[in-house]
């Protein structure tokens, strides 16, 4: 099977969302935020931005090579990078763009469609977990990046897919969630102080995609659901055991994250999967709403959920932006005032990236259809990117500010409404 030109944006993860209503201490924890939806409830945000967009307040130039998104806590701004033959995790001063330290989590990942780390980190308390293009996850202290505990995907039994590992890591309560993949066992949870293995599922083994776990709560269970190219499935948080599980016909690189919602999980991939929807009972028994939809065929731009629809890049019929309703499938309306890229939602607004020119546009989240307030291309751009690659990070926003990462730079813009802002 021929391989979509631009594959790799495997996992080029960053996600963007905030559970506080106000501006202040607003923390975005790792990957889609603190609850994987990537739906920023943060307010008090530009609705336009000015001619030329926001204003930039900083832009650090040595992250390296990679695709690996923000975590914003307390102030500060982790995310996974590279110098020369070693992958990184980088701490940086959310007000100022300084770096305050870098730990090394293992070596480089090399690809044709461009080196480095993919995944996003996870802060929890005074600790930071993330992995490595090569299966490294690491723990190590916030405050310095001080090693803590390290762990191999290979000694779990898994083999590094075709685009690296892409994952962002899952910290959940005591646990560390993550798919090495593999005969031994496709997912496992790590005592999140010690590093000691909790559970590896032996009775599921399939092999490693893109995708990232999400964490539910139903049936009055704590549960991790995870999308390969074969499954969707639903394991227990206490012992990773099959609670339930649903074929997925996946081709190629299998990468957005699922999406649930009131018992119902959602999934979509590109290389014409399209999209599938389950009802997930109330005895763990499966029913298919619908699948083999192809209105979304997301590729790795990821999908947002907001009253009843869904929001993204969807590859069909030669592309556009498409809003899909969550409970039927059916398509509401499509629109190509932008390329492909990645999506992000906040206070009401979707911050859409387009991956080949870095025009960042700024739109109405409407089931009515495209309504662009403002846009502005990204300047300057990296020099070391891959020709095969391009801007697949995620847009976060956290604390009024928005993070954009092109390889090496990283971007911080002011995006909180003023009095100006707002009579434009």
């Not at 967009?53 to 690996?68: E, F, H, R, V």
């Not at 007000?95 to 690809?111: F, H, M, P």
């Not at 390329?339 to 990236?353: E, P, S």
Request: aromatic content about 10%; charged content about 20%.
């Amino acid at each position: 099977m021929k391989v979509h030109k631009w594959l790799f944006a495997i996992g080029c993860v960053a996600g963007s969302i905030v559970l506080s209503g106000e501006l202040g201490a607003v923390d975005w924890p790792g990957w889609r935020g603190a609850d994987r939806t990537d739906v920023n409830r943060e307010k008090g945000l530009m609705k336009s931005w000015p001619a030329g967009g926001p204003k930039q307040l900083w832009m650090y130039k040595n992250a390296g090579k990679g695709y690996s998104g923000p975590a914003v806590v307390k102030g500060v701004l982790y995310t996974l990078g590279s110098r020369e033959d070693y992958e990184i995790l980088i701490a940086l001063d959310v007000a100022t763009g300084k770096e305050l330290w870098v730990s090394n989590i293992g070596s480089i990942l090399g690809n044709k469609w461009g080196d480095g780390p993919r995944g996003t980190p996870a802060v929890d308390g005074d600790r930071v977990y993330a992995m490595g293009g090569k299966g490294d996850l690491v723990c190590v202290r916030a405050k310095d990046g001080g090693a803590v505990w390290k762990k191999s995907m290979k000694a779990l039994g898994g083999k590094e897919p075709n685009w690296g590992y892409s994952e962002s890591v899952l910290v959940d309560g005591p646990r560390v969630l993550c798919t090495p993949g593999g005969d031994e066992g496709g997912i496992v949870a790590f005592d999140k102080s010690s590093g000691d293995l909790l559970w590896q599922t032996k009775d599921f083994t399939d092999s490693a995609h893109y995708s990232s776990i999400i964490a539910i709560d139903h049936n009055g269970m704590r549960q991790y659901v995870q999308l390969t190219s074969k499954s969707v499935v639903g394991v227990s948080a206490q012992d990773g055991k099959i609670l339930w599980k649903s074929d997925w016909h996946g081709t190629v690189a299998v990468i957005p994250t699922p999406i649930f919602s009131d018992g119902h999980v959602y999934v979509t991939s590109g290389y014409r999967a399209g999209c599938k929807l389950i009802k997930v009972g109330s005895n763990h028994e499966v029913s298919t709403v619908y699948q083999d939809n192809k209105v979304m065929e997301n590729h790795h731009g990821g999908v947002v959920y907001v009253n009843g629809f869904l929001y993204g890049y969807s590859e069909v019929r030669g592309g556009s932006w498409t809003c899909q309703n969550f409970k039927t499938g059916e398509e509401v309306w499509t629109s190509k005032n932008l390329g492909k890229g990645a999506v992000a939602c906040v206070d009401g607004m979707l911050y859409c990236l387009e991956e080949g020119s870095g025009t960042v546009a700024l739109v109405e989240v409407s089931s009515k259809g495209w309504n662009e307030r403002s846009r502005f291309k990204l300047d300057p751009q990296t020099s070391i990117r891959s020709p095969s690659g391009r801007i697949w990070t995620h847009p976060v926003v956290s604390g009024g500010k928005l993070f954009l990462r092109d390889q090496d730079l990283v971007y911080c813009y002011d995006v909180r409404a003023t009095p100006a802002a707002e009579s434009n």
